[in-house]
Nanobody
Framework: EVQLQASGGGLVQPGGSLRLSCAAS????????IGWFRQVPGKERERISC????????SYGESVKGRFTISTNNAKSTVYLQMDTLKPSDTAVYYC?????????????????WGQGTQVTVSS
């Protein structure tokens, strides 16, 4: 059974940092692309960052470029999202997702498996 467990969310002040983790199980991690998305009520799910576990290629959404960094530890089947210089506009539920693909799809609809989400709140 494919499982994705997102964790690391919480409350942080503007300008602060958080690191999210996505622990994967039930599939061959090295053959998958993992993506981070976020969603606020009433809005579409937004792509944050994606990484290929196969060749470590990455992509970032425009709103987080230069502030967020995605990485992977294939030995632990875990993908991390380091979030720095956080803004109130980063407040959302963050989801990780996986798809069996060599490339890194950037649309939510391309991903087959989703974790349960972790809440990130940026507020003073």
């Amino acid at each position: 059974e494919v499982q994705l467990q997102a964790s690391g969310g919480g409350l942080v002040q503007p300008g602060g940092s958080l690191r999210l983790s996505c622990a994967a199980s039930g599939f061959n991690f090295d053959d998958y692309a993992i993506g981070w998305f976020r969603q606020v009520p009433g809005k579409e799910r937004e792509r944050i960052s994606c990484i290929s576990s196969y060749d470590r290629s990455v992509s970032y959404g425009e709103s987080v470029k230069g502030r967020f960094t995605i990485s992977t530890n294939n030995a632990k089947s875990t993908v991390y999202l380091q979030m720095d210089t956080l803004k109130p506009s980063d407040t959302a539920v963050y989801y990780c997702a996986a798809v069996s693909r060599v490339g890194i799809p950037i649309t939510a609809g391309a991903y087959d498996y989703w974790g349960q989400g972790t809440q990130v709140t940026v507020s003073s």
